[in-house]
Structures are given as structure tokens and as C-alpha cells.
């Protein structure tokens, strides 16, 4: 059997395929950020809103990666816990007093993490692969 090849598409394969990537990444990002804020409305974790409407994603095509976060200064508590809560042990050992946004005072001995990234993003990895999946046959 003789194969001979008459074109080259290799260029415009790669293309393709780079664009798909981009498609899933993007695809990605969007199911990360529905289930990360899926994680802080179910733990009951909304007051303002402010810390679940700050998650986004970005895509960076030039690395193959898309980023899932927040630029909320205090969703790292959300994410580990704080006090007798913190994961590993590293939290406060003894209650403190805070006030709260209405001026209203209270003692803690902290919060527990309810893991919003680890568990949303991590916990739906099937998703994740469906998605991709779809994708690539749609096309």
C-alpha cells in the first residue's frame, strides 16, 4: 500500500484545535465560577453578596489554563476557616470580639472553611469532562 500526501493542513489543524481550547477553557471557567458560588450559597455564607459576586475567571490561552478566584479579602477565611475551625490547627485558640457591618459586637472562636474552590471545583470534575467532551464532539 502506497500513502502519498498532496497537502500539508497541519497549520490550520493546529489552528482548529487551538480555538477549541480556548472554547473549553472558557466553557470551564464559567461551570467553576456557577459552582464556587453554588458552594457559598449552600454553606449559607451570603450577607451582602459582595464575596460570591467577586468570583470570576480568566482564561490565559497562551499558557492552556483558566483561573477560577476572587480579589475578596477575606474569602481565604471562607476557603480554611479561622480560629479553632482553621484547617491544619493553625487557627486562634481563644475567642475574640468583633463588630459586625451594623456596629453590632460579637465574640467568635472563628468559622469553619467550607472549602468553596477545593469543593466546587474539585467536588464536579465529571462535569468538567463532559464539558470538554461536548465540545470536542460538537465539532
Known amino acids: 500500500m ?5 497537502a500539508d493542513n497541519s497549520d490550520r489543524i493546529l489552528r482548529d484545535l487551538d480555538g ?22 449552600r454553606e449559607s455564607r451570603v450577607d451582602t453578596g459582595a464575596m460570591r459576586n ?15 478566584g476572587t480579589n475578596s479579602e477575606y474569602a481565604i477565611y471562607n476557603e480554611y476557616g479561622t480560629g479553632i475551625h482553621a484547617e491544619g490547627g493553625r487557627g486562634r485558640k481563644t475567642p475574640w470580639r468583633y463588630v459586625d457591618s451594623r456596629g453590632e459586637g460579637h465574640w ?32
Not at 111 to 129: E, L, Q
Open 108 to 139: 467568635t472562636r472563628g468559622m469553619k472553611p467550607i472549602h468553596m474552590f477545593k469543593n466546587g471545583i474539585g467536588g464536579n470534575i465529571g462535569d468538567f469532562k463532559r464539558i470538554a467532551e461536548d465540545i470536542l464532539k460538537s465539532t
Open 2 to 6: 502506497e500513502i502519498k500526501v498532496t
Open 20 to 41: 477549541l481550547t480556548e472554547k473549553i477553557l472558557e466553557a470551564w471557567g464559567q461551570q467553576g465560577v456557577s459552582c464556587v458560588k453554588e458552594v457559598i450559597t
Open 54 to 68: 467577586s468570583i470570576t475567571h480568566q482564561v490565559q490561552a497562551s499558557e492552556d489554563r483558566v483561573i477560577v
